[in-house]
């Protein structure tokens, strides 16, 4: 690993290992207010009983999953619960008599081609 990998890998095992040991109370304290606990609980992480490969392949999958990311993409993600290049359009439909409303993702330009 380079040394700014390392950095990165390093930033974010502290980050999960801060996260997973935060309450469901906690986390949504930091959710609404932007605000860790404090002071910090010190309690025991699920990334402490990991071991060095379990720990990397995790490390792997977030870089794939979240590494072509920009960091207004992913505060735009935790905004709105979906990527920017998504967009949520309402899905009208009837049944048993009543109408419902659906909001669906739908990619950009997607409803250009259905109406093609």
């Not at 930091?30 to 992480?45: E, F, H, Q, V, Y």
């Not at 792997?60 to 990311?69: I, N, P």
Request: charged share 35%; with cysteine.
């Amino acid at each position: 690993m380079r040394l700014e990998e390392k950095r990165r890998f390093l930033n974010w095992f502290l980050g999960q290992r801060l996260i997973h040991r935060l309450t469901d109370d906690e986390l949504e304290i930091c959710a609404r207010d932007g605000t860790l606990p404090n002071p910090i609980p010190d309690r025991a992480s699920n990334f402490d009983r990991l071991d060095q490969k379990s720990i990397l392949k995790l490390w792997e999958e977030e870089k794939r999953d979240f590494g072509h990311r920009s960091r207004d993409d992913l505060r735009f993600y935790a905004e709105k619960g979906y990527w920017p290049e998504q967009g949520m359009r309402p899905h009208y439909y009837t049944q048993n008599g009543h109408w419902f409303v659906e909001w669906k993702f739908q990619p950009q330009g997607e409803d250009q081609r259905e109406r093609s």
